[in-house]
């Protein structure tokens, strides 16, 4: 609810679907809460003095956590179950934190509802290659 008020102007902009997604979770008979170590008070603080390799394996994470969310998403759909990646719901990060009882050295970074789908649309047809590359063709040395 308090994500879906902090985005209450978007209703009134007509983008009430979008809005609407803010709290769609709580429909959901799952919600999986996905939260990321946070890097250390020391490692943040020397983070100006950290080597380019020292902050890339810090940085690391949030692509991983990504990669990991995808899977989830993979796994659920060939189960037959529907899933989503929700970020908008973390306006209200503080509150959901304080729910999921997540410890302070996490970071709260994405809600993934599962449950079972309303409905099974039809995957859209497959785009011929020529329709999704953008260029021109070079032909190879004889």
Request: hydrophobic letters at 55%; aromatic letters at 4%.
């Amino acid at each position: 609810r308090e994500a879906a008020a902090a985005v209450g102007w978007m209703v009134e902009e007509g983008m009430a679907p979008y809005a609407a997604m803010f709290a769609a979770f709580e429909q959901a008979p799952v919600v999986v809460g996905v939260l990321a170590r946070r890097p250390s008070r020391v490692a943040a603080r020397l983070g100006a003095e950290l080597s380019d390799t020292e902050r890339a394996a810090l940085a690391g994470d949030l692509p991983a956590v990504g990669a990991a969310i995808q899977n989830l998403l993979l796994a659920a759909h060939a189960l037959g179950l529907g899933a989503c990646w929700l970020s908008g719901p973390l306006l209200a990060a503080p509150a959901l934190r304080a729910i999921l009882g997540a410890p302070t050295t996490l970071d709260l970074v994405a809600l993934v509802p599962v449950g079972r789908p309303a409905d099974a649309p039809e995957a859209p047809p497959r785009r011929d290659v020529d329709q999704l590359l953008v260029g021109t063709k070079e032909t190879a040395p004889a």
